[in-house]
């Protein structure tokens, strides 16, 4: 079986888009090249804590979380990108 190609174009479209993603609805905001992979930050303003160089709580940030978009071999989609559900 062949690997999969996406392009960091195509991914890149689809920054802005608003998914479902674990029972929440996120906005995707930027596009990984390494892995590829989308971060997506939540719409509902939730905030998480961000922690220092120390492991400490210093500031309240957006939650963000990482999605990756193909199977370590390329062969297939990660089932975490085959999740989102566009809005």
Do not use: C, K
Request: charged share 25%.
């Amino acid at each position: 079986m062949d690997e999969i190609v996406i392009t960091l174009s195509q991914l890149r479209g689809m920054i802005g888009l608003r998914v479902r993603y674990q029972d929440a609805d996120w906005h995707v905001i930027e596009v990984l090249e390494d892995g590829p992979a989308l971060v997506l930050e939540n719409v509902d303003d939730s905030r998480v804590p961000q922690a220092d160089q120390y492991g400490e709580a210093f500031r309240w940030v957006p939650h963000r979380v990482t999605v990756t978009v193909l199977n370590p071999d390329h062969r297939e989609l990660h089932p975490d990108f085959l999740a989102l559900d566009l809005l």
